[in-house]
């Protein structure tokens, strides 16, 4: 398997513009999670899909936020609009179940410039 | 909610010494205590985990130990080499959710 696999690896954008992250997850894991990760905070869960739905989206920092998954193999974080300081990294992680005994795999991130 | 303290933020050692990174977690009820390395340009990738009936857990050069009374876990490198170089993280699990600690940035030099 190629592992969580997300995209762009990079995206610059202008304040105000709308921005889409990808991730599609290892083929049978059954949970989805988005991270951000800032040197300031460290990394956080935005939220966590299960089945497809999503199961708990406390972390998703404001209405601006939202996140997808329209079958079981894509997802969608995307942030409308955006300001500089949602510049972070952003990773996905699936697992196969929830909780200890499931590792959570990680994608290589995506690294968002807001300008 | 889970705070997870994690220390030193840097660390540099000789190749072939010894580096030890320590946690400490605040919930009880945290039962899962993993660590994750991330190497620049990638995703944090699981090295060794542990869990609350554990106290102790080895894989070759790496080990964890787990004090649950005391509520600090900590990951120990032997005989360090150049590519153990990268930013190692400490988590705590309650249920599903990581909480993870500020990072560790370990630079092992030859």
């Known amino acids: 398997d190629a592992g969580v696999i997300q995209s762009p690896r990079h995206e610059v954008t202008e304040m105000g513009q709308e921005v889409t992250l990808r991730c599609k997850p290892i083929?049978?894991?059954?949970?989805l999670f988005w991270y951000r990760q800032t040197m300031m905070r460290g990394l956080e869960l935005l939220i966590y899909?299960?089945?497809?739905?999503?199961?708990?989206d406390s972390g998703m920092p404001e209405d601006r936020f939202s996140a997808k998954m329209p079958n079981a193999s894509f997802s969608t974080l995307k942030i409308q609009p955006s300001e500089p300081r949602d510049s972070a990294v952003y990773f996905c992680?699936?697992?196969?179940?929830?909780?200890?005994?499931?590792?959570?795999?990680f994608g290589p991130g995506t690294r968002l410039t807001v300008l | 909610g889970e705070n997870v303290e994690q220390h030193p933020s840097t660390l540099s050692v000789q190749e072939g010494d010894s580096a030890v990174i320590k946690c400490t977690y605040s919930?009880?009820?945290?039962?899962?205590f993993p660590w994750y390395k991330q190497e620049l340009g990638k995703g944090p990738q699981l090295i060794i985990d542990?869990?609350?009936?554990?106290g102790e857990k080895k894989d070759q050069r790496i080990a964890v130990t787990l004090n649950k009374t005391a509520k600090h876990f900590s990951l120990h490198i032997t005989e360090t080499q150049p590519e153990d170089s990268a930013v190692y993280f400490c988590?705590?699990?309650?249920?599903?959710?990581?909480?993870f600690g500020a990072g560790t940035t370990v630079t092992v030099r030859a």
């Open positions: 992680a699936s697992s196969i179940g929830r909780g200890p005994y499931n590792e959570q795999f």
């Open positions: 083929s049978g894991h059954d949970y």
């Open positions: 899909f299960n089945n497809n739905v999503p199961i708990d």
């Open positions: 919930d009880s009820a945290s039962n899962y």
């Open positions: 542990i869990r609350s009936n554990v």
């Open positions: 988590a705590a699990m309650d249920d599903y959710k990581l909480s």
